[in-house]
């Protein structure tokens, strides 16, 4: 897996004034930090240099979704930050997903989100009528791979399938995980931390379990373990 972190923890504007007092608790672990687009859009470029100046991987999650010149602007633009991973929308197509892949840097895993976690059969017949969530994300998944990307973003429920289509190199991180104590929020296609990793992601993307928790860091110990058991079978 290249060294990437088995488990990003998500942080947003929601967790208080400042996401590194949420962050220091964690320092030491093997987690790496998921900055989103309302926490960069708040606190701008600086936030992603405070976190990796805090020993983290920076997974930058800006979903970039635009026309291919913008996105490889976009993309040269926003590696500049080094992040170990960054992601674009797979929905904006073959053409704009290559048009990334020529700008992005050495040492930035590149990917591609396919059907957003919060969106069931219901939402995505909006989009793509006849469609399931498991076979839009096949398709986008194959859409990346084929346009050069490192892996994509995915439903949990959607691993097995995507790695059969794209083999065991192919990178894949799942938010809509959720230990079994927790609330589901606003997701809506979610699986346990163990499960996800017995499905077959490669990291995990855990947020509120761990930043809402009395105790951070012994959240994030406890999703740790649960990762650990399941890779150990």
Same mark, same amino acid.
């Given at each position: 897996?290249?060294?990437?972190?088995? +488990?990003?923890?998500?942080?947003?504007?929601?967790?208080?004034?400042? %996401?590194?007092?949420?962050?220091? &608790?964690?320092?030491?672990?093997?987690?790496?930090?998921?900055?989103?687009?309302?926490?960069?859009?708040?606190?701008? &470029?600086?936030?992603?240099?405070?976190?990796?100046?805090?020993?983290? *991987?920076?997974?930058?999650?800006?979903?970039? @979704?635009?026309?291919? @010149?913008?996105? *490889?602007? $976009?993309?040269?633009?926003?590696?500049?930050?080094?992040?170990?991973?960054?992601? +674009? @929308?797979?929905?904006?197509?073959?053409?704009?997903?290559?048009?990334?892949?020529? $700008?992005? =840097? %050495?040492?930035?895993?590149?990917?591609? +989100?396919?059907?957003?976690? =919060?969106?069931? =059969?219901?939402?995505?017949?909006?989009?793509?009528?006849?469609?399931?969530?498991?076979?839009?994300?096949?398709?986008? #998944?194959? $859409?990346?791979?084929?346009?050069?990307?490192?892996?994509?973003?995915?439903?949990? @429920?959607?691993?097995? /399938?995507?790695?059969?289509?794209?083999?065991?190199?192919?990178?894949?991180?799942?938010?809509?995980?959720?230990? %079994?104590?927790?609330? #589901?929020?606003? *997701?809506?296609?979610?699986?346990? &931390?163990?499960?996800?990793?017995?499905?077959?992601?490669?990291?995990? +993307?855990?947020?509120? /379990?761990?930043?809402?928790?009395?105790?951070?860091?012994?959240?994030?110990?406890?999703?740790?373990?649960?990762?650990?058991? %399941?890779? *150990?079978?």
């Amino acid at each position: 897996m290249n060294g990437i972190a088995r +488990v990003f923890v998500a942080v947003t504007s929601d967790c208080g004034n400042s %996401a590194t007092e949420i962050i220091s &608790p964690l320092r030491g672990l093997p987690v790496g930090i998921k900055i989103g687009l309302e926490l960069f859009t708040r606190e701008g &470029p600086p936030i992603v240099a405070r976190v990796r100046d805090l020993g983290f *991987q920076v997974f930058l999650d800006l979903k970039f @979704h635009d026309i291919p @010149h913008t996105v *490889q602007g $976009a993309v040269r633009s926003a590696c500049l930050l080094k992040p170990d991973i960054l992601n +674009v @929308h797979a929905s904006g197509g073959i053409g704009m997903m290559r048009a990334a892949s020529e $700008a992005v =840097s %050495a040492g930035t895993k590149l990917i591609a +989100v396919t059907i957003l976690t =919060s969106l069931d =059969s219901s939402d995505l017949a909006l989009l793509a009528p006849g469609l399931t969530p498991r076979d839009a994300s096949v398709r986008l #998944a194959v $859409a990346a791979h084929s346009a050069g990307l490192g892996g994509v973003v995915c439903s949990p @429920h959607e691993v097995g /399938p995507i790695r059969e289509a794209t083999g065991p190199a192919f990178f894949i991180i799942t938010p809509g995980v959720r230990p %079994a104590d927790s609330s #589901a929020d606003d *997701q809506k296609r979610v699986m346990t &931390p163990g499960g996800a990793i017995t499905a077959g992601a490669d990291s995990l +993307v855990v947020g509120r /379990p761990v930043t809402g928790a009395p105790d951070p860091r012994r959240a994030a110990l406890e999703i740790l373990r649960e990762v650990e058991e %399941a890779l *150990q079978g």
